[in-house]
């Protein structure tokens, strides 16, 4: 099994976080670049099989075109149509008028006469008015009109150049939300504060605004709107008008989904990986992913919150050994011991084997006792250490390896920063949770639920260090299977 991607220029992020959440699952992925294409027209050698998975997050024809070269039957996509990629919705508008969805009043502008303009503004409920070219995002080709001239002249103009653009009515005062739909669950959804000196909105920055519970009245909606263009992943655009009434504006497929998760910690590139795992499955392309067992819950330190099984150890190590342990982490030591350091977004890091160092051999199955799990992997400990700036973006920690499954994570903290450098838990219940980075602490946390399944609460980041330096040693705890 494997996760083709179809980009044409997408932000870094999309990629990114996709990937890793099929990492997570044992997938690999393959992206593929829409805009090269081969001088016979033929697919490229890695074109999917039955049991692969693909998803086309570049907007463009030709990403389209690439899509549907790819595509075979067996193949998992977010295409509700039993051929896939071939028969998109070619007028969703109306898809949406037919199925009794709350729309706006609307007109298209083909065949209006400026005669008709008085009487199309009455039927809209009076100026001003929203005009509204399809095809593009980020607000471009929204336009507003608030008076009879002003809509005249974008009438003509569209009329020769954009017959399918829709002239609607405004809805305000009203709130708009961002629903992210995937299958058949509202996963995310974001409030669009309205720019200033603008009627138009973008994605919010405040992480508060941002909610895995999308209010059941818009939910119900985002998700119908999916549905009747025979897909399975789509990014809904609503009005809440002061009246607490919603309306539908429109359903975007492909869409920018990784804002959810960028601002507020949502999961939504691991449900998605995940939904189009398990259509592999009913599609009868793939087995299923066998679940990964857990061990008794531990009784040792500190339960933090429900979920993730997160617990930790204060004072598990002394000042001395930590002060020692965090030495390591200057470039000059690890250099002369042969330990090649690597540096990334995320500061310094290196792995220690354990083999020939008694101190780091002790801590591991130190960790292991606590933690209650026998490595299967375990030949390493990771050491890291932030400077100021330095942080981990949010990600999960569900690899598979050989068969085996990093079902929990453990961190001894070596070194305690002036400020920042928290290890976060966003999606943590019944409430997020921030882990202070404390010289000599150990914290543990399971990936996975006692069902085996994946536990998305486990997700988390390292909030950036301000000042001083955070250093830790963590080992990853595998299971077969």
């Known amino acids: 099994m494997k996760l083709h991607l179809v980009e044409d220029g997408v932000p870094r992020e999309t990629i990114a976080l996709l990937t890793a959440a099929a990492a997570r699952r044992g997938v690999a992925t393959v992206v593929h670049d829409g805009r090269t294409r081969r001088p016979d027209g033929a697919p490229p050698e890695t074109a999917c099989a039955p049991g692969d998975l693909l998803y086309k997050p570049g907007i463009s024809y030709a990403c389209t075109r690439l899509e549907q070269q790819l595509w075979v039957p067996g193949v998992a996509t977010f295409h509700g149509d039993p051929d896939g990629p071939f028969f998109p919705c070619a007028n969703a508008q109306l898809r949406f008028e037919q199925a009794g969805l709350p729309v706006p009043r609307s007109v298209e502008v083909a065949g209006l006469a400026h005669a008709d303009l008085p009487d199309l503004i009455e039927h809209l409920g009076g100026l001003p008015v929203v005009v509204k070219v399809p095809g593009s995002s980020r607000g471009i080709g929204v336009m507003r009109a608030d008076s009879l001239g002003a809509l005249r002249s974008l009438v003509d103009f569209l009329q020769a150049n954009h017959p399918f653009a829709r002239v609607m009515a405004m809805v305000a005062p009203a709130v708009h939300w961002r629903v992210v739909v995937v299958g058949d669950r509202a996963v995310a959804g974001y409030v669009n504060p309205v720019d200033d000196g603008d009627f138009r909105t973008s994605g ?5 605004e941002v909610t895995a519970d999308v ?6 909606v985002a998700i119908a709107a999916v549905q009747v263009q025979r897909l399975e992943l789509g990014g809904v655009d609503l009005l809440v008008h002061e009246s607490g009434r919603v309306y539908l504006l429109e359903s975007n497929f492909p869409l920018y989904h990784a804002h959810a998760e960028t601002v507020g910690g949502v999961p939504v590139s691991q449900a998605m990986v995940d939904h189009l795992i398990d259509k592999a499955v009913r599609l009868g392309a793939a087995a299923p992913v066998a679940p990964a067992a857990l061990p008794p819950p531990s009784t040792l330190g ?37 330990i090649e350091w690597a540096r990334d977004r995320t500061g310094l890091h290196a792995e220690l084997p354990l083999a020939h160092d008694a101190r780091l051999a002790d801590i591991a199955a130190g960790m292991a006792q606590v933690v209650g799990v026998d490595n299967a992997l375990g030949t390493t400990l990771r050491l890291r250490r932030y400077a100021p700036g330095d942080g981990h973006p949010l990600h999960g920690d569900q690899y598979v390896i050989d068969g085996h499954r990093l079902v929990a994570t453990a961190l001894l903290y070596l070194e305690t920063p002036e400020a920042g450098g928290e290890t976060r838990f966003p999606n943590a219940r019944p409430a997020p949770v921030d882990v202070a980075p404390r010289a000599g602490t150990l914290v543990w946390w399971f990936n996975y639920l006692d069902d085996g399944s994946p536990d998305t609460h486990a997700d988390h980041l390292s909030v950036d260090v301000q000042r001083g330096h955070k250093t830790v040693l963590a080992q990853f705890f595998y299971r077969a299977g």
């Not at 919010?204 to 508060?208: L, Y």
């Open 204 to 208: 919010t920055s405040d992480p508060g």
């Open 302 to 338: 500190e339960a933090l919150c429900e979920r993730p099984r997160l617990r930790q150890l204060v004072d598990w190590r002394g000042a001395d050994e930590c002060a020692a342990l965090a030495a390591l982490a200057r470039p000059e030591a690890l250099d002369s011991a042969g």
């Open 215 to 220: 209010p059941p009245e818009l939910a119900e």
